[in-house]
């Protein structure tokens, strides 16, 4: 498996710290093998002018972040800019959809540029439109020509936002003037107002002729400008993710029925063809997609996203609506658990070493002891075990004398650094966590 010496560090620094990695996780995609045709060929679709929706849904540990996070490094393999956001009922309340423009705008990235990339892409879009005039017959000389015809030419482009955003073409219209007159105060004020940022000086605004701050019903023209950007730009289009929607629960009932309603809007804005170039993703838990306290509670929203499971999980539609992630199994785990220790023992100073002591006996071994501490939770496994085996490749590659068989698969104490959401789901479960003294005190179910 070839990996690259910075993707490898990447990797294995951020399941060190107990996280989903940002990049290399391809490498990572144990049993998403079946979803990977649909969600090439719908990420075709929206490069050819069309939008999607997509949600996936899945217990805690079942991979949701991972999913999202590998979807959206797919994407940029095609030329897709990606944003991510996780919704919150204080940072990022889904009703109020000014914010989640503003968080879109933040964490946006592509390939060649971390978050937020939006300065550069706005950037790289009126260096096309300067290219296209001159293309057109006008002087590349002349800088006045130069500056009508691109103007003109932003108007065609941007003919359909104007209509239900016109501040947006004004604010960019003001951006290229400061950069062309070297105001590099009210060029970065703009680019924040057209980013959503409130609390924009008056005299930036005035600047441009523009008025006001973003609000609620303004933001959906404005990512329809984003959308006209990127494309022009030459960008295929944008991924937005929308994580962890089920904390709309959660909130009072009041803000739950505005921000489903939101939700709803944004299907019925996709379904009707407003905002070509983007593909959208939530996640989700079953009881969200399901329970009377998330999508069921507005019924239109709840028609749009019915999908029919089978018992079958292997017989799932990938093309549906819906996407169902079941977690890992003891297979899939010991699966990655191999990829990992490949990927480590290729870059570590004592590679041969790591490779020999942990093996594939000693990976089956330890992660069902990982799952046996988790009260054979193996769903919840990943994160625990991945951080742990990473700490026993740093002590093999390290001491020369260090026997993971006997230390790691010895005596332990009670796991620790659970999070919260792994506390509940095993008490959820209803059993009893042990704690195992040896891997053939192991029970596996089978």
Known sequence: MQVSPRRRQEIVDSLRRGTVPQRGLDVMAVGLDRFA???????????????QFKA??????????????????????????????????????????????????????TSSAQPSAFKEIVDSWFFNLEGDVVDGGVDPNDRQAIARATDELIEKRLANVSRTAPAFATALRGYRSAVERGDSAEADGLI??????????????????????????GALGFLQGLL??????????????LDEVETLQRVRSDVREKSLNSLRQLLDEVDAGRFPGLYLLITGTPAFFDGQQGV???????QRLETR??????????????????????????????RIRDIYADGADNGYRVASAVDDRFIDSYAAKIA?????????????????LIDVMDKVDLYVDYDP??????????????????????????????????????DLGI
């Open 37 to 51: 045709p649909t969600i090439k060929a719908e990420l075709g679709v929206v490069a050819n002018g069309g939008a």
């Open 56 to 109: 996936v849904r899945g217990e805690y540990g079942s991979g949701k972040t991972f999913f999202a996070r590998w979807m959206s490094e797919t994407a940029k393999a095609a030329d897709f800019a990606t944003a991510e956001v996780q919704i919150s009922e204080t940072e990022t309340p889904l009703h109020k959809l000014e914010t989640v423009y503003r968080r879109i705008v933040e964490s946006i990235s």
């Open 192 to 217: 924040a107002w057209l980013g959503g940022q409130p609390h924009v000086a008056a005299s930036v605004r005035r600047y441009a002729g523009i008025k006001g701050e973003l609000d609620h019903f």
């Open 228 to 241: 006209a950007v990127l494309k022009d730009a030459g960008y295929a289009g944008l991924i937005v993710i």
């Open 296 to 302: 069921q509670r507005l019924a239109p929203l709840a």
């Open 309 to 338: 499971f089978e018992t079958n999980p292997r017989f799932d539609n990938p093309r549906a609506p819906q996407l169902r992630l079941t977690g890992f199994t003891y297979e899939s785990l010991h699966e990655l658990g191999g």
């Open 372 to 388: 046996g501490q988790l009260g054979g939770k193996v769903g919840i496994a990943p994160r625990v075990f991945l951080r742990q």
């Open 405 to 442: 068989r006997r230390e790691a698969l010895g005596e332990a104490g009670p796991l620790t650094s659970l999070t919260e959401e792994e506390q509940a789901a095993i008490r959820r479960g209803e059993v009893r966590v042990p704690t195992p003294v040896g891997v053939d005190d192991i």
